[in-house]
């Protein structure tokens, strides 16, 4: 499967994000990552399921919706009535992971789990059959513009052998400091997806930006 790339709008102009979405999906985005958060998970605020409808009226691609909010069962139903399609909660912030996979699941969207940089991919074990999408951050949750933690990519090499021993067949999506330099590395540890915001939307041609990411994950 090649591998997708998921501009996260965390880094667009939202006074033009209609513009900024439709711009990286005719450059060939195949997914939109929307960034949530809730000042409790992460010291940050940021936009709810409005923002997700708003993104949904803007585009046909997949809508790939990050939860950094805590206990985001409470929110699930929500989301997927906003237009969420991919739908990932964070592991820490959680007790309810099975019931949140019984959830998008009977509502045919997707669910995705989430680790943070100093949490072991070992407590995914029990969950790896149930579940669409494991999300390796990168950098610690929060903020865009970060550096990429180079130790996502054992965690990423051990997620894809954990798969081959469970006979799983969730996709590895990779968020936070992905860029041109890096991402050729980050797919030959095993990665699918790379989520990326500033240096796709802080750049003075998103659309070329997300071209030269491709590029630097086919070629070499
Ligand atoms: C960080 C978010 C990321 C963020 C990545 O908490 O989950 O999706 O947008 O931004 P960059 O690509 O700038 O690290
Ligand atoms: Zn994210």
Known sequence: MP?????????????????????????????????????????????????????????????????????????INQFIEAGADWITVHIEATEKIYRIVEAVHSANRQIGVSLN??????????????????????????FGEQEFIPSALEKIRTL???????????LISVDGGVNESNAHSI????????????SIFKTENPALAVENLRKAVESR
């Open 187 to 198: 797919v030959q540890a095993g990665a699918d997806i790379l989520t990326a915001g500033s």
């Open 160 to 170: 894809v052998k954990m798969r081959a021993e469970a006979g799983a067949e969730f």
């Open 3 to 75: 591998v997708k790339i998921a501009p996260s709008i965390l880094s667009a102009d939202f006074a033009r994000l209609g513009e900024e979405v439709r711009t990286v999906d005719e450059a060939g985005a195949d997914w939109i990552h929307i960034d949530v958060m809730d000042g409790q998970f992460v010291p940050t605020i940021t936009f709810g399921p409005l923002m997700v409808e708003a993104v949904n009226r803007s585009t046909d691609l997949p809508l790939d919706v990050h939860l950094m909010i805590v206990e985001p069962e409470r929110y």
């Open 117 to 142: 940089p100093d949490t072991p991919v070992e407590i995914l074990r029990q969950y790896l059959s149930e579940i669409d999408l494991v999300l390796v951050m990168s950098v610690y949750p929060g």
